[in-house]
């Protein structure tokens, strides 16, 4: 008879954003394209970041900036932008929370999402990651890397092993093979020192790790011993973590063709409530706040927001004020690429009226 309380398989996918600080400027600045650009302070400083141009004369992220000019002459250093990266963070956030409330944020530019049941009802964990990929590149101009499979450590390395701009799937079959084939120092949880420390007790593969026993392992390093024992078979049962309580809901589009005319915008603002209200509708959450995400053909970005008196109680009051926000953008000097609606200062559908409160901010 089967164990019952053996834990059905999940679907796990890893995004990485490639060379995210870096690909975010060159992205905003065309002059720094296909150069060799690290983020950070050059004097007295340390790489924050460094683009692919760069990696190729083996830069890479927390090295001291002098070394990295040293390795590089034509190396352009960046001050780092961080409202930028946050911002671009934000919109790559929303994209994974159509999908999923479990999303586990690592950093700015990196998370684990758990689609083992998602809010799109589908079945595969590698078709969401295409779409993923595809939509942040739309939104953002940028490219991820993902990684898919049935755990987090795995999700992890799956995502490391096509990049930049891939996408990789190890299935259960694969899992323990594919982490016998690998340097130890590969290893997501295996720094320079434990992998020095392996070396020298003949441990260089994940065969190698995998051939020994947990007491061996418990002995040389300690509590971290079962983690490593587990991961060489490619066993991981930590779930993903979601980190905060959601205080917006919200939801964006970006256009293949830019608009221009207030009644193109209106109608390509209509879905967009839709699927702001539908979430509402969906877990009895409503808010006060609204506002209107803009941006134009060079990525400027604008956004106005209006504080209701009273709670929104109905998707027709959420699409007149978004409409209302809409027109006041308008005439407007150059196209369209995307527009957003958040619904914010959340909380159920019997918050008490407040003093209204109007605020333009750019």
Known sequence: MENENIEP???????????????????????????????????????????????????????????????CPDLIFVKP?????????????????????????????EAYLDVTHNHKAIASATLIAQEIRARIKLATGLTASAGVSYNKFLAKMASDYRKPDGLYVITPRMGPEFVETLMVGRFHGIGPATEEKMNRLGIL?????????????????????????????GIDHRRVQPDRVRKSVGAENTFFQDIFSLEAARAALSPIVDKVWRYCDQHGTRGRTVTLKVKYTDFQQITRSYTAA??????????????????????IAKGIRLLGVTLSSLGGSEAQAEPQQLSLAI
């Open 81 to 109: 932008r961080f409202d930028a990266y946050k911002a671009v963070s934000k919109q790559i956030r929303e994209i994974f929370e159509d999908y999923t409330e479990l999303v586990e944020p690592l950093s700015l530019d």
């Open 310 to 331: 009273a709670t929104v109680l109905n998707k027709d009051e959420l699409a007149r004020l978004s409409g209302s926000l809409l027109e006041s953008v308008f005439p």
């Open 205 to 233: 593969t994940g065969a190698d790790l995998k051939a020994q026993d947990l007491a061996f392992l418990q002995k040389h390093f300690g509590v971290s011993g079962d983690y490593y024992y587990n991961i060489a078979r």
């Open 9 to 71: 398989l999940r679907k796990i996918i890893h995004v990485d954003m490639d060379a995210f600080y870096a690909s975010v400027e060159q992205r905003d600045n065309p002059e720094l394209r296909g150069k060799p650009v690290a983020v950070g302070g050059l004097e007295r400083g340390v790489v924050a970041a460094a683009s692919y141009e760069a990696r190729k004369y083996g830069i890479r992220s927390a090295m001291p900036s002098v070394t990295a000019r040293r390795k």
